[in-house]
């Protein structure tokens, strides 16, 4: 058990279509972060999420949006969906922004493939 | 920029054989290492990680690895591999000062043959 529960596990969408991506982090965990992980390649930052802020964000375009609630559950919605934003998406959750000491719990992602 | 690059894609051992894998990265400051491992099917987990200290980092399941900063390297290691240990390996990093988001390298595939 990942004690980071995502969902959906698969999706399936067509270009120019929308998607919400959700994730529940850890018990006690605050923050939570997203990576996507194309095949092959390891995970890329996209942004993260504490007291329902976005607090970094890595070189993902606008149509990567999040959202954190007062639960700390945390949503991402992509836009305008691309061939190239097929890819599994990871949520990590962590105890405070400043997490090399604390560590982070992977969900087990959600493979999104769009055609 | 800040990067990680991991030289091997893919790896096949025979059991009992050693591992090493190699991971170097690009910073020129304090960083924190991990390395992290995915199962086939599993989420990522952490296998070590290394913040300061002693430079020779024990983890998980026999798995140790060696910051050695003059080459900024973190290498991985285990000195007798199990079929179990078949799997994706990803070293990352991140930024001392600003331990928020991970570095990954683009992993490396382990295949153990039994």
């Known amino acids: 058990d990942a004690g980071v529960t995502q969902s959906p596990t698969h999706l399936i969408k067509t270009r120019g279509q929308q998607v919400t991506l959700r994730c529940s982090p850890k018990s006690g965990h605050d923050t939570v972060s997203w990576y996507q992980q194309a095949l092959g390649q390891g995970p890329q930052f996209i942004f993260q999420?504490?007291?329902?802020?976005?607090?970094q964000r890595g070189n993902f375009p606008d149509r990567f949006s999040g959202h954190q609630f007062p639960n700390y559950s945390s949503e991402l919605n992509v836009n305008a969906l691309l061939l190239g934003d097929s890819a599994l998406y990871l949520c990590?959750?962590?105890?405070?922004?400043?997490?090399?000491?604390?560590?982070?719990?992977f969900g087990s992602g959600t493979r999104l493939t769009v055609v | 920029a800040q990067s990680v690059s991991q030289h091997n894609h893919h790896v096949i051992l025979s059991e009992a054989a050693s591992l090493e894998l190699g991971c170097n990265y690009s910073?020129?400051?304090?960083?924190?290492l991990f390395w992290y491992v995915q199962y086939p099917g599993q989420h990522l987990q952490l296998l070590l990680k290394?913040?300061?200290?002693?430079?020779l980092v024990k983890g998980i399941k026999g798995f140790e690895a060696e910051f050695i900063k003059s080459k900024f390297s973190f290498n991985l290691r285990k000195p007798s591999v199990q079929w179990s240990d078949t799997a994706e390996y990803f070293c990352?990093?991140?930024?001392?000062?600003?331990?928020?988001?991970?570095?990954f390298g683009s992993g490396t595939r382990l295949s153990i043959r039994p």
């Open positions: 999420y504490y007291e329902e802020e976005e607090r």
């Open positions: 990590a959750s962590s105890r405070g922004t400043g997490s090399g000491n604390y560590g982070y719990t």
């Open positions: 990352a990093v991140t930024p001392g000062s600003s331990a928020s988001k991970i570095i």
């Open positions: 290394y913040f300061s200290g002693d430079p």
């Open positions: 910073y020129g400051g304090t960083v924190n």
